[in-house]
């Protein structure tokens, strides 16, 4: 039944006027007609968000686009957009960029150019180092009638931090592999601690990946699914996406309310880059020396942070991360290590 927001205000007055001829206010009548107008409110919420917002399209984009779940339009993205973003102000421009993620979306071959054409990347600041812009780059959704009660600013924003850290995070696992291919590839002859460090690193932030993609995202994601697909009602599913995105927040290190961990884990991230830059760069003396050592301090925290949250909050999360990072003692090996030669 289509719902009337004139018949239950109707009964909302006749409820008061009963009151008034009574002398008496009855609270369980009441309530039971505000509890009628709130379910139907809610429901037709839903129906609209599904039919008219087609909200769980929309939500299979945001997790495509904002979670990058397209892994293979940001491999192309991001190796074709390194020339452009680096000179970013001098002959390139923010168009440049939107056009190059166009490019990159129809030569995968993708169906619907709609989709992403509701995308936009956008630069937060001007000015600064050119060659770190890339840090400033952030996703804008042009949000329509009626998702807008859904996704509002805040979430918007929330959003677009998860894509910030999971764009460096990918940028950061590709620039190590970059560099392995380098290292196969050229005539020089590398350290073989440096080879050893880029390994080491290439592991963690591999199943960083790993643990974000398949163990938090895919995992809330398909919880959120099912909770849509099971309810009719608005305030369930603001609710559940509420739930789903204060979780991927959390266990990917980007909450504010964790904000030793994101320190630590975006430490290991620039690790990563600049093992990375090793192999394009000759390294000054005793580089070497000094990011084995900030590794090693690494691990020794990491691997700290990581048993005291899955032990405190009882995190599957944590707990999976950690299992998967330290499944054959190996960095707990080199804590052990560590902690013998300050004895």
Not at 166 to 190: G, H, N, P, V
Request: proline share 1%; hydrophobic share 40%; aromatic share 12%.
């Amino acid at each position: 039944a289509v719902f009337s927001f004139q018949l239950y205000l109707r009964r909302v007055r006749e409820a008061v006027v009963s009151t008034q001829s009574t002398g008496r206010f009855c609270p369980i009548e009441f309530e039971r007609v505000i509890g009628i107008m709130r379910e139907r409110v809610a429901t037709q919420l839903y129906h609209l968000l599904m039919t008219e917002g087609k909200l769980q399209d929309t939500l299979k984009l945001f997790k495509e686009f904002f979670l990058l779940g397209r892994g293979e339009l940001f491999l192309a993205f991001i190796d074709d957009a390194e020339p452009l973003i680096q000179n970013l102000g001098k002959k390139n421009s923010e168009s440049d960029v939107n056009r190059l993620f166009l490019k990159s979306y129809r030569t995968l071959g993708f169906s619907s150019e709609s989709a992403v054409e509701k995308f936009r990347l956008q630069f937060a600041r001007s000015g600064g180092d050119q060659g770190s812009r890339w840090a400033d780059l952030q996703l804008t959704y042009d949000v329509q009638w009626p998702l807008h009660i859904l996704f509002t600013p805040e979430v918007m924003s929330d959003y677009n931090r998860i894509f910030v850290f999971l764009l460096k995070l990918r940028r950061c696992q590709l620039a190590l592999q970059a560099a392995w291919s380098t290292s196969t590839r050229s005539e020089d002859r590398f350290d073989h601690r440096l080879l050893n460090l880029r390994s080491n690193v290439a592991y963690l932030i591999d199943n960083l990946q790993y643990y974000l993609h398949v163990d938090v995202l895919e995992t809330n994601f398909t919880e959120l699914t099912n909770k849509l697909n099971s309810t009719t009602d608005f305030e369930q599913i603001r609710r559940a996406h509420r739930f789903f995105l204060g979780e991927i927040l959390a266990w990917s290190f980007v909450s504010s309310e964790l904000n030793s961990a994101t320190q630590l884990i975006d430490t290991v991230i620039n690790l990563g880059f600049q093992t990375a830059s090793m192999f394009t760069e000759a390294p000054a003396d005793g580089q070497i020396a000094k990011l084995e050592n900030n590794y090693n301090f690494l691990v020794v925290h990491m691997l700290k942070m990581l048993e005291s949250s899955a032990s405190r909050q009882h995190n599957s999360f944590m707990n999976q991360l950690l299992l998967r990072i330290d499944y054959n003692g190996f960095f707990s090996q080199v804590r052990a290590q560590k902690l013998e030669k300050k004895r």
